[in-house]
C-alpha cells in the first residue's frame, strides 16, 4: 500500500507539503492549504504516510491453561 503506483492525491503526502495541523498543510508553492487538497504539482513522498495501527489482540478466547506448560 505505500508503494502503490496509483495513490490517491493529498497534500499530506506530497514532497512539497509540510503538517501544521490534522488537516492543514503547509505547501511550498501554494501556501496555507487543506491537507485534502491535491494540486498539479503534487509528488508523493512515501515517507510522510503513516500507516495504520494493528489490531490488538484478542486472549479472551484462551484460558490459563492455554498459557501453562
Do not use: T
Not at 508503494?3 to 503538517?19: N, Q
Not at 492543514?24 to 501554494?30: F, H, S, T
Not at 491535491?38 to 512515501?46: A, E, G, L, S
Request: aromatic share 10%; glycine share 6%.
Amino acid at each position: 500500500m505505500l508503494f502503490r503506483k496509483k495513490m490517491p492525491r493529498s497534500c499530506l503526502y506530497c514532497v512539497h507539503g509540510a503538517a501544521v495541523a490534522p488537516d492543514q498543510v503547509v505547501c511550498a508553492k501554494k501556501g496555507l492549504v487543506d491537507g485534502g487538497n491535491p494540486c498539479r504539482r503534487f509528488q508523493y513522498d512515501p515517507l510522510k504516510r503513516v500507516p495504520p495501527r494493528r489490531k490488538a489482540m484478542d486472549f479472551s478466547r484462551y484460558d490459563h491453561e492455554d498459557f501453562s506448560l
